[in-house]
């Protein structure tokens, strides 16, 4: 609070929150998440809107939000900032589905890019999920659809958030962990058509996301080199 008024503005810094449990799963929460000063909510949309707010100082915090809300398919009538999913979902809100479901594909995909990038070392880890945010956050700037259920886009993903940790994948193992990543980002898709209402989403949603974490873990044994392409994607299904 640089000038005194009480309040983090957007120059002086970044609400971090690191360590703790998900809520939403019960788990460790092993990815930083962040949200730009003012917020109330701090999750894997804020933080990659905070993100995307750092690379573009020249854009106004609505221009972001609008910016972003394309990107990821969801309302633009929604304020990321302070829309709670899991409370809107309590009560039966509608909206909430498509906010949890692209919330849990970011978090997701942010986790199991980062364990194949960085396998059993949390501070690469972090360094990693920031580089996937990093990549995220350029598509979101380039006024680019984020669609995370396509293999496509997160194999182009996998490949920039190794330029910018100046690692190389290879092309088997980037093929397969797309395929991987984008299948479980698809049950969430079919989870939002499916589910009768916001609150029953949440909860299956959840479910994904636990299992989410199992990927992970599949992923970093990819790269350490004890599970090949072929056998993850047979534990992952």
Not at 79 to 102: C, F, M
Not at 118 to 129: F, M
């Amino acid at each position: 609070d640089t000038n005194a008024n009480g309040v983090l503005d957007p120059a002086e810094g970044t609400i971090v929150l690191s360590g703790g449990v998900d809520i939403s799963t019960g788990l460790p929460l092993q990815t930083q998440l962040t949200a730009p000063p003012g917020s109330t909510v701090v999750s894997p949309i804020t933080t990659l809107l905070a993100a995307t707010i750092d690379s573009n100082p020249g854009l106004t915090l609505a221009e972001s939000k609008a910016k972003l809300s394309e990107a990821l398919g969801i309302s633009p009538s929604i304020e990321v900032t302070s829309y709670d999913p899991l409370i809107a979902a309590a009560n039966n809100d509608g909206r909430a589905k498509e906010v949890l479901s692209a919330g849990a594909k970011v978090q997701d995909t942010m986790l199991q890019i980062s364990s194949l990038m960085a396998p059993g070392d949390a501070t690469t880890k972090s360094q990693a999920a920031s580089a996937v945010v990093q990549a995220l956050a350029n598509s979101v700037t380039a006024g680019t659809s984020i669609n995370l259920d396509q293999s496509a886009v997160v194999h182009d993903l996998i490949q920039q958030s190794a330029t910018l940790l100046g690692q190389t994948v290879s092309a088997q193992v980037k093929d397969g962990a797309s395929q991987i990543i984008a299948e479980a980002n698809q049950i969430k898709t079919e989870i939002v058509a499916a589910t009768g209402n916001a609150l029953e989403a949440a909860q299956e949603l959840s479910r994904t996301q636990v299992a989410g974490n199992a990927v992970a873990v599949v992923l970093e044994q990819v790269t350490a080199g004890t599970v090949s392409v072929a056998e993850a994607a047979v534990q992952s299904s």
